[in-house]
């Protein structure tokens, strides 16, 4: 049976038909899985966005670009360069690993939400605490 609202239950049907948990052992190894794809998807992401930035600074340190040239106002890259189809393949990766956790979170199950946001969070933490703060923007708009 479908949930269509939050239960807390060790009976749990994830991503797959055969990715059911029935005991409290498959279900705590299930949350676990959620939790550590949850903080590799914050690693990849502060990966990508480091080598965006290293490949914008011309392999110098973000830190060592002037006012001036921050970010926002840095050359573009190469229309068909290394780091651009390295990035482009980091924000496959991540996408696809996001999709998948939207899609564990609709399980509806609460401990599934609560491994996800807490792997998150601790993910935040570790790999993009905002050690030399910086910003890449593409976009304007919020929602891209």
Request: charged share 10%; hydrophobic share 50%.
């Amino acid at each position: 049976m479908m949930h269509m609202t939050f239960y807390w239950s060790r009976y749990v049907t994830l991503l797959i038909d055969s990715w059911k948990t029935d005991s409290w052992t498959s279900y705590g190894l299930s949350l676990l899985a959620c939790f550590i794809v949850s903080a590799f998807y914050q690693y990849l992401e502060d990966r990508r966005i480091r080598l965006k930035l290293v490949s914008a600074t011309g392999g110098s340190s973000p830190a060592a670009a002037s006012p001036i040239e921050a970010p926002l106002l840095q050359p573009k890259l190469g229309r068909w360069s290394a780091a651009r189809f390295a990035g482009a393949a980091l924000f496959g990766i991540n996408s696809a690993i996001g999709y998948l956790i939207m899609l564990a979170v609709m399980s509806f199950n609460g401990g599934v939400l609560v491994a996800i946001v807490v792997g998150l969070a601790i993910g935040y933490l570790l790999f993009r605490n905002g050690e030399g703060d910086f910003a890449v923007v593409d976009n304007a708009c919020a929602c891209a």
